[in-house]
Structures are given as structure tokens and as C-alpha cells.
């Protein structure tokens, strides 16, 4: 289907499946503006734990999404207009969180935010996303925290799109 805006198009973040051949049953979705500057292999062993834990706890599929934190993807751990999670990284699994993606899809397009952000906080504050894995914070790093990129080795992913924008960032 053809997009006709910026939302739709970020509409299809929920429903990645509908286009993958059936034998994908998991997915790490990268938005354009998201740079891979070292290896996933330790972030994979560590999302792979947290969901093993996950489903020890709350039962087998009980996962629904998995998101970085936003604020605490900057160097100084916060930021203003901040949303509660950062929606550029995301780790979805066929047949499991149908009703959070299902959730997001319709409130994303339903135009009642600007944002994709805005609308997966809602999906979870409204109960559809109970079970959202917060991915390791220090794993992503924005382009725009001059400080942190100066202070430390490097992480995994770097939101650049924020470099070019200073001004509309928090």
C-alpha cells in the first residue's frame, strides 16, 4: 500500500510482518537515521537474556515490543519533550505483541499525535503494551551529545539525524 504521509509511512513500523517471508520471526527495525558503529553481537546476548527473563516471568510470547528508553539515549540521561521511548530501534517477534503493534498501528494513525513516540507511550499506557522490553540504554547514543561522543568509546547505535537538527531536539 502507498503511504500518503509521514505517520503512515511510520504506521508500518507495526506491521513489519506483513512484508517479510513467513520463516522471519524476529526483527530489529533501524530507522534511516540510525548508525551501527560496532558489532551487535553484545547486544543481542543481552536483549536474548532479557527476553529469556522476561518470559520466565510473565509466560511464553508474553513479549509485545522492545525499545530504548529516549531520555536516557542522551549523555546526561535526560531531555526536554522527551517521549518515554525512542521508537528509531525497535525489536519486534512474529505472533507475539499483536495486540500492542495492532494498538500503536491504530493510534499512530489515527493523527491524534505528531509523533510515533507519542503514540507507543499511549498504546502502553492504555494497557495494550504491558510487556515492552527496555533495551540496554547504553547501547544508543544521540549524534547531538557532543559531550558523550567525546567521553565515550562508542556505542552500538547513534542516532545522527539529531546532529543535523539541534534546534528541534530537547
Not at 520471526?25 to 560496532?38: H, K, P, T
Not at 543481552?46 to 509485545?64: Q, R, V, W, Y
Not at 547504553?138 to 567525546?150: C, H, N, T, V
Request: proline share 3%; with cysteine.
Amino acid at each position: 500500500s502507498k503511504a500518503s504521509n509521514l505517520m503512515e509511512i511510520k504506521s508500518l513500523k507495526a506491521t513489519l510482518f506483513e512484508y517479510l517471508p513467513i520463516e522471519i520471526n524476529s526483527v530489529i527495525y533501524l530507522d534511516v537515521d540510525i548508525m551501527i558503529q560496532r558489532s551487535v553481537g553484545h547486544f543481542l546476548m543481552d536483549i536474548g537474556h532479557s527476553l529469556t527473563k522476561m518470559e520466565k516471568i510473565n509466560g511464553a510470547n508474553s513479549f509485545d515490543i522492545g525499545a530504548f528508553p529516549d531520555a536516557q539515549g542522551h549523555y546526561l540521561g535526560f531531555c526536554s519533550g522527551c517521549e518515554k521511548w525512542h521508537t528509531g530501534v525497535l525489536l519486534t517477534k512474529r505472533n507475539s505483541g499483536n495486540k500492542c503493534l495492532n494498538n500503536w498501528k491504530h493510534i499512530i494513525s489515527s493523527g491524534k499525535y505528531d509523533t510515533d513516540q507519542e503514540s507507543l507511550d499511549e498504546a502502553e499506557a492504555n494497557g495494550s503494551c504491558k510487556n515492552t522490553l527496555t533495551m540496554p540504554p547504553s547501547y544508543l547514543l544521540f549524534a547531538k551529545d557532543y559531550i558523550g561522543m567525546a567521553l565515550t568509546n562508542g556505542h552500538t547505535f547513534l542516532h545522527v539525524t539529531a546532529a543535523g537538527r539541534p534546534e528541534q531536539q530537547g
